[in-house]
């Protein structure tokens, strides 16, 4: 019992210790537009006032250790908005917990004429 409890704690301490990262995608569009590069992409927090929109997909990015990784979250964000088409990301929001890890998350758009 005890080796068991051992195990689950070192397995714990070494996810946390790891940096985790992951990526979330919901609702995309079905892959009609050609992949934009990341650099070019904008982000927003507002999404009112931006003009006319196509909206691609919710994307999220998400690390255990997201202390003072804000801008690496944000372009690895950006390089999930490319690969759909996207040129901007809007409704942006960076989330931090109390233990350290956190994310960003944003609605990837595709301007329109």
């Known amino acids: 019992m005890r080796v068991a409890m051992f195990v689950?704690?070192?397995?714990m301490v070494m996810l946390t210790w790891s940096g985790c990262t992951g990526?979330?995608?919901?609702?995309?569009?079905?892959?009609?537009?050609s992949p934009?590069?990341?650099?070019?992409?904008?982000v927003y927090t507002v999404y009112k006032s931006l003009g006319r929109y196509?909206?691609?997909?919710?994307?999220?990015v998400y690390s255990s250790d997201a202390r003072d990784?804000?801008?690496e979250l944000k372009?690895?964000?950006?390089?999930?908005?490319?690969?759909?088409?996207?040129?901007?990301?809007?409704?942006f929001k960076l989330n931090q917990d109390s233990g350290g890890g956190g994310g960003v998350?944003?609605?990837?758009?595709k301007f329109t004429k």
């Open 105 to 109: 998350e944003g609605i990837a758009v």
């Open 54 to 60: 196509e909206t691609l997909g919710y994307l999220s």
């Open 36 to 42: 934009t590069k990341a650099a070019d992409i904008h």
């Open 75 to 91: 372009a690895r964000l950006r390089e999930s908005a490319a690969l759909i088409g996207a040129d901007a990301i809007v409704a």
């Open 69 to 71: 990784a804000g801008d």
């Open 23 to 33: 990526y979330g995608q919901y609702m995309v569009s079905s892959g009609k537009y």
């Open 8 to 11: 689950t704690l070192i397995a």
